[in-house]
């Protein structure tokens, strides 16, 4: 079944402890995002690739790193956690960036992220 | 830097009659815009989208409507039902990559 995975999807933790949020497509998609959903201020792109080793900043880089290794994987890294970073986080990937012909993306399942 | 607004940010309909959305957006060079629905505890999902070439897409029920001199473009859904109950997103392009969204509209369809 094509899919986009997430794990943990629900994840608790203390400030500053070190965190990854996996991602994983099987679509064989070159473009990968990471977005926060918080209410009233809809979906916000954290990072964006467009393939391996390419990635990008979105509106609100502060506080994550990403890497992409390989093409089907994208984790979410927090290396030092605050109670802002508080969310609910969506991977999401779509076949090629948005000057394609196809440019639909598909979401993961979410990850809720709470940060004491 | 740029943005998207979106309106309304709450949009009760009777079942039957028709809803609409509007989003405003700020980077003229602004060339893709699609439209997300998300119900509640799930995941969003494109339903329509539309590029910069085109004025008016339709699918079923749905139709998106692209104004670029204005900067706005619109989600129309017709005989709503119980099932379009959701919040619905719009979103455009920012540089080459980026994606923008708008702030959500929930959407309520009485029954």
């Known amino acids: 079944e094509a899919q986009v995975t997430q794990n943990p999807r629900y994840l608790i933790t203390v400030t500053g402890k070190k965190l990854t949020v996996t991602c994983s497509q099987n679509m064989n998609h070159e473009y990968m995002s990471w977005y926060r959903q918080d209410p009233g201020l809809g979906l916000r792109q954290i990072y964006y690739?467009?393939?391996?080793?390419?990635?990008d900043k979105g509106d609100v880089p502060e506080g994550y790193k990403v890497s992409r290794k390989e093409k089907r994987n994208f984790p979410l890294i927090l290396e030092s956690p605050s109670p802002n970073q508080t969310s609910l986080y969506f991977c999401?990937?779509?076949?090629?960036?948005?000057?394609?012909?196809?440019?639909?993306?598909?979401f993961g399942p979410g990850t809720r992220l709470t940060v004491l | 830097g740029e943005n998207v607004e979106q309106h309304p940010s709450t949009l009760s309909v009777q079942e039957g009659d028709s809803a609409v959305i509007k989003c405003t957006y700020s980077d003229s060079a602004s060339n893709y815009f699609p439209w997300y629905k998300q119900e509640l505890g799930k995941r969003p999902q494109l339903i329509i989208d539309i590029r910069s070439n085109v004025g008016e897409k339709k699918d079923q029920r749905i139709a998106v409507t692209l104004n670029k001199t204005a900067k706005h473009f619109s989600l129309h859904i017709t005989e709503t039902q119980p099932e379009d109950s959701a919040v619905y997103f719009c979103a455009t392009t920012s540089g080459t990559y980026k994606y923008i969204f708008g702030t959500g509209t929930r959407l309520k369809v009485l029954a």
């Open positions: 999401a990937s779509s076949l090629l960036g948005f000057g394609a012909v196809n440019n639909e993306q598909f």
């Open positions: 690739s467009m393939n391996v080793e390419v990635t």
